[in-house]
T-cell receptor, first 113, second 112 residues
């Protein structure tokens, strides 16, 4: 059974640009969550999608957005990138929502220069 | 709101030493509790979980017991190996469809 796949693995962007990250969940999983991981703040929840609807949202500015498609694949977008957006972005999928076991992808390492 | 507090690292141990990583939580409901592990360059993997009081989760020689009276879920291993070197995260998920809340992580280094 294939795991959670995140693409790309690495990205380098310039301040002010925008970026789109992709996540393909485990087959059959309808919940996809996104987390930002930084050395200073640890793991911070961005948002969660379930059956194409955003069900939970963390405390991030509106520059961070996401969506989920009918096949459960999800994308997150960050507009007007700032240096502080440099982080590892992790996607996790689950069967019934985030209060059950979450399966994580390897992450996308975003560097903003 | 819900929160997880785990011991600050880094923790450095010799091979075959005993490991305990403390984790305590605050939750409004009756949460499920998890330990995740992150190896270098990888995402998080579920190590073990417990869903109700006095449950013991175990995997790969690691154990943790859900202690409701002390709101704790300490991770233990009797004899660590070099391959256990990683960052360990304690997490909870409260009732309903709420996101996982993570502790800040504890880096473990095991030296031969």
């Amino acid at each position: 059974k294939a795991g959670v796949t995140q693409t790309p693995r690495y990205l380098i962007k310039t301040r002010g640009q925008q970026v789109t990250l992709s996540c393909s969940p485990i087959s059959g999983h309808r919940s996809v969550s996104w987390y930002q991981q930084t050395p200073g703040q640890g793991l911070q929840f961005l948002f969660e999608y379930f059956s194409e609807t955003q069900r939970n949202k963390g405390n991030f500015p509106g520059r961070f957005s996401g969506r989920q498609f009918s096949n459960s694949r999800s994308e997150m977008n960050v507009s007007t990138l700032e240096l502080g957006d440099s982080a590892l972005y992790l996607c996790a999928s689950g069967q019934q929502g985030p209060n059950t076991e979450a399966f994580f992808g390897q992450g996308t390492r975003l560097t903003v220069v | 709101g819900d929160s997880v507090t785990q011991m600050e690292g880094p923790v450095t141990l010799s091979e075959e030493a005993c490991l305990t990583i403390n984790c305590t939580y605050t939750a409004t409901g009756y949460p499920s509790l998890f330990w995740y592990v992150q190896y270098p360059g990888e995402g998080l993997q579920l190590l073990l979980k417990a869903t109700k009081a006095d449950d013991k989760g175990s995997n790969k020689g690691f154990e943790a017991t859900y202690r409701k009276e002390t709101t704790s879920f300490h991770l233990e291993k009797g004899s660590v190996q070099v391959s256990d070197s990683a960052v360990y995260f304690c997490a909870l998920s409260d009732q309903g469809n709420t996101p996982l809340v993570f502790g800040k992580g504890t880096r473990l280094s095991v030296i031969a």
